[in-house]
């Protein structure tokens, strides 16, 4: 009975996020699956498609403490984990907690600091804590960060190291809508901002719970093994220079019983990995400089390699 009650407020919230953005419920799915999955988010587009918005949409969803960051070329990593500040009074240093200490932060425009700003996530997204001037703190339960990027090929950007993309559970491209999203945005946005009618309907009790029942989902092995014939397969395609890590194949595998338990049920099944595997690990492959030249995504290389690997049945 609480387990039902969990999926209803889940299509709750998903209602609640699609009177923000519309037209997208493939994404909310994701951002669903990252979240109870306990892993990170990463959105790529470019501008003014509601990356930012839907963000903080999510967040205002779950009744936790919410952080955002703007960062910028002179962002310092103390201006994200914090930092030892004197105190008069006391005689002595103390540890003043940054932004980063919250349920759910907001990276908005994360390669627009540089990477060694961007590095200060890295025990974070990984680890859950954050050690600084010899202290170390846990973080709060759940901990989600949601980056936003513009493409790296725009003025201003700086491309994420590789470590700090195989910390991120997707990417997600939200594109333009079309032209009834469109209508509807100018229709939604005419009296009142959406945003602003937005209500916590989850809380992060509820959030660590269907967490610990993901990790419930059943794995078959023939799934297992088809997993990892696709991860070993990106590390022999030569277009790829660098191909998915043990991490990598751990999130797919999570975040495939989240997307069960999404659907309602106990077992993963082969098309719950088959959808993920793009959005799991395209942003983690680093093609050869022939194949940039070439012009080959390793979205169109790892579509490839998923025509190729047999679907179990």
């Not at 470590?163 to 997707?170: E, G, K, N, P, S």
């Not at 009296?191 to 989850?202: A, E, G, H, K």
């Not at 078959?220 to 997993?227: A, H, L, N």
């Not at 799991?280 to 490839?304: P, Q, W, Y």
Request: proline residues 6%.
């Amino acid at each position: 009975m609480a387990q039902t009650n969990l999926h209803e407020k889940v299509s709750a919230v998903r209602r609640q996020l699609s009177s923000v953005i519309r037209g997208k419920e493939e994404t909310f799915d994701l951002l669903f699956t990252a979240l109870f999955a306990g892993g990170h988010i990463l959105m790529e587009d470019v501008p003014g498609v509601g990356k930012t918005t839907l963000a903080k949409a999510l967040a205002l969803s779950v009744d936790a403490q919410f952080t955002r960051i703007q960062f910028t070329p002179d962002l310092l990593p103390a201006d994200i984990l914090g930092s030892s500040v004197f105190s008069p009074k006391e005689g002595g240093f103390f540890f003043r907690k940054g932004p980063i200490f919250t349920n759910f932060l907001l990276a908005d425009e994360i390669n627009r600091a540089s990477p060694r700003t961007q590095s200060a996530l890295l025990e974070a997204m990984n680890e859950r804590q954050v050690s600084i001037d010899g202290h170390v703190e846990k973080l709060a339960e759940p901990f989600l960060v949601i980056a936003t990027q513009n493409p790296v090929e725009y003025y201003g950007t700086y491309p994420l190291p590789e470590a700090q993309l195989d910390r991120f559970a997707v990417q997600i491209s939200l594109g333009y809508p079309d032209e009834e999203g469109e209508l509807a945005l100018l229709t939604d946005r005419k009296i009142v901002d959406p945003l602003d009618s937005i209500q916590p309907l989850l809380d992060c009790r509820e959030v660590c719970v269907i967490s610990a029942e993901i990790r419930t989902i059943e794995v078959e092995r023939s799934i297992t093994e088809y997993m990892i014939q696709i991860i070993r397969a990106t590390r022999d395609t030569p277009e790829i220079r660098l191909g998915a890590s043990p991490r990598a194949l751990l999130t797919l595998s999570r975040c495939a019983q989240a997307a069960a338990w999404l659907d309602d049920r106990l077992f993963v099944r082969p098309d719950d990995v088959k959808k993920l595997l793009i959005p799991v690990l395209a942003h983690r492959l680093l093609m050869t400089l022939e194949s940039k030249h070439a012009g080959i995504s390793a979205t169109e290389t790892l579509e490839g390699i998923i025509q190729k690997t047999k679907i179990p049945v």
